[in-house]
């Protein structure tokens, strides 16, 4: 078993999920998808109210420790129980899905490279670079439509937590990726260089 682990990371709605899902179809037999939201922290102790007012952008929202932890049990031939996310109550579900070892793993997150020990489990480290005006269109198309919330919800969420959270975790990360590609996932040359990148890498790893 051969485990290559690939994070996209990048801003919310900068293309990363449809670039991961790429990456997914190419290699469908032999990968598996893996999205940091999934592991956000469960507040049972809060009201619907008080989780929808936390800060999700935040590194601390996240329970990486234990990402890392599924990442590093998946390398040694572990299956995982990966956790899911109900992102209409901001709560965990109490259902999980299980995860084999295969091997490409791709990891999905806004924040997966502000915490060094999960960088160190990547061998390819992908950044999506699109301009912030696409990304809020993107964000409230897709938590209006797909996850119901009000577009004032949106758009005081972005102003309060996700453009500062920005500034301050997701874009420094940038400096740690390999590859960075500019707007999203409709790059096709982009994408052939992210393809070859990952058989090169998933060689390289057969071969060690």
Avoid: W
């Amino acid at each position: 078993m051969v485990n290559v682990i690939v994070g996209i990371a990048g801003a919310s709605g900068s293309g990363k999920t449809t670039i991961s899902e790429k990456l997914y179809e190419a290699f469908k037999d032999n990968s598996v998808l893996i999205t940091h939201d999934s592991y956000y922290k469960s507040h049972e102790e809060l009201c619907l109210k008080e989780r929808a007012a936390m800060n999700f952008d935040h590194p601390d929202s996240l329970e990486t420790e234990l990402l890392i932890e599924h990442l590093k049990d998946l390398k040694a031939g572990r299956t995982i129980m990966q956790p899911q996310y109900d992102y209409s109550e901001h709560i965990r579900k109490n259902t999980h899905i299980e995860v084999a070892p295969v091997k490409a793993i791709i990891v999905e997150g806004i924040l997966i490279f502000t915490e060094p020990k999960l960088r160190e489990l990547m061998d390819l480290k992908i950044f999506v670079d699109t301009d912030t005006d696409i990304c809020l269109l993107r964000r409230i198309k897709r938590d209006v439509e797909k996850r119901k919330r009000s577009l004032k919800s949106v758009l005081d969420q972005y102003q309060n937590t996700v453009k500062p959270m920005y500034h301050e975790f997701v874009e420094p990360s940038k400096r740690y990726a390999d590859i960075i590609i500019p707007e999203g996932g409709y790059n096709d040359v982009a994408n052939k260089v992210i393809m070859a990148r990952l058989e090169a890498k998933i060689s390289e790893v057969n071969n060690r």
